[in-house]
């Protein structure tokens, strides 16, 4: 919310603002576990299919 000075010093609401939070636990950076086997990736770079599935959500929420 914004605020601006009220004739009487005090300060008022003057317009609303939306503000859109998102909460997402990433396990260790979002690729280390593979979803499909719930396993830990063999690869040491990670499971990149599995960091597109953390990208997809939080796309699919609009908290991007």
């Known amino acids: 919310m ?3 000075a009220a ?3 005090r300060t ?3 317009a609303s603002v939306t503000l859109r939070v998102m909460s997402f ?3 260790y950076g979002g690729d280390e576990l ?3 086997t719930r ?3 063999k690869d040491p ?3 990149p299919e599995t960091l597109d599935q953390v990208a997809n959500a939080i796309r699919a929420a ?3």
């Open 34 to 36: 593979n979803l499909q």
């Open 2 to 4: 914004l605020f601006g």
């Open 12 to 14: 008022a609401p003057s």
């Open 45 to 47: 770079a990670g499971c």
């Open 62 to 64: 609009s908290a991007a």
């Open 7 to 9: 004739p009487n010093g």
């Open 39 to 41: 396993q830990f990736c």
């Open 25 to 27: 636990n990433i396990f």
